[in-house]
């Protein structure tokens, strides 16, 4: 493969040992790893060249890392992420864009970018991403893949560069359902939550009404596997009853509050150059009222609350990952932040709930990807995984 051929999903970092057990539940399987976490014999770059030259050499791993590497799991590379994390374009200045595995000619998201594109691009067979407002679920959609958010506190962030820690989670993505239920087993451990055998299906009807009509058509059939695999009639609700402009600003305000604490003071110390969009979010998130954010805060329990409270501990709400598909690399810098805050609007839900959503991909417009998410109660993350099992065996008949 030439250069000009390969899908800038890995950092080039030079090649170090990393062991792993010689068997176990992963064996088989290769990983890549988002660059936020640390692995021993490797820098972590964050997706800043300045953060890159103060790393050095880490000499221990994240404990996510070890869990997959105590399991078999072998180690396929460091991938891409957005700059600091902070956007969900796939996007990055300094480092390029991954490519798009499922459309080529399209972003693929981020900021969990090289982990979509490595796996999406099949250099390996799954990669563990984070996801804060929505940088595992928003490449999954866009790269045709399956990608867990789960509940957050589930999987330990011990050794992973930080953003919004309210908000960070480790998560991961995977071409096959089977693969990501094996990986669920590793990080996730036992539910403390599980879901019962017959589960109430509830129909987000105002994230439906918000995507674009191609994309509620696309998505028909998955619904219809939906309603089949777990047989029985959707409920319709609505995610957000007060609207989902709310919520955006909720999220992006207490996102924006924690993303300066955890990097504001090394960037203005170092004088980092940030990229188009990263720039400008670090920008406002320097001069936020804490009255605002205090009421951010406030909003935020409220969500929470009536969330769990239309979930129960047998709800599943059904809706679509992203309201629309990729937009092409072309596309230039307003419209990419317009289809952000458009995307986040919906993403943030899960994120201010602290609840797992899983993207699937199972709808198609033209050939691009466009995912199908399901929202769980809290501690639930494995039996959203199962779930999701006899979903795809639902469409595979």
Partial sequence: MSVEDLPNAFVPYPPALVAQAPDGPLAGLSFGVKDLFDVAGYPTGAGSPTILALSGIKTGSAHAVKQLLAAGAHFAGKTHTDEFAFSVTGRNAHFGTPRNGAAPDRIPGGSSSGSASAVS??????????????????????????????????????????????????????????????????????????????????????????AEPAVRAALEPARAAVVAAVRASPEPTALAPEGFEPLLL?????????????????????????????????????VLDPADVEEARRMRVQFREALELLLGRDGVLMLPTMPDVAPLLVTDESTLDAYRQRAIAVLSAASLAGVPQLSMPLGQIDGVP??????APRGADRSLLDLAGRIASVVAC
């Avoid at 509050?257 to 920008?283: C, K, N, T």
């Fill in 121 to 210: 691009n099949g250099l390996c067979d799954f990669a563990l991403g984070t996801d804060t407002g929505g940088s595992v679920r928003a490449p999954a959609s866009n790269c045709g893949l399956w990608g867990l958010r789960p509940t957050h506190g589930r999987i330990s962030l011990d050794g992973v560069w930080p953003l919004a820690p309210s908000f960070d989670t480790c998560g991961f993505l995977a071409r096959e359902i089977d693969v990501m239920r094996r990986v669920g087993a590793v990080l996730l451990g036992e539910d403390p939550n599980p879901l019962p055998a017959a589960v109430r299906l509830l129909d987000a009807q105002d994230a439906w009404t918000g």
């Fill in 250 to 286: 909720a999220f992006r305000r207490l996102q924006g509050a924690e993303a300066w604490a955890s990097d504001g003071e090394l960037i203005e110390r170092h004088g980092i150059p940030l990229g188009p969009g990263v720039a400008e979010r670090f920008a406002w998130s320097r």
């Fill in 370 to 375: 466009i995912g199908l998410s399901l929202i």
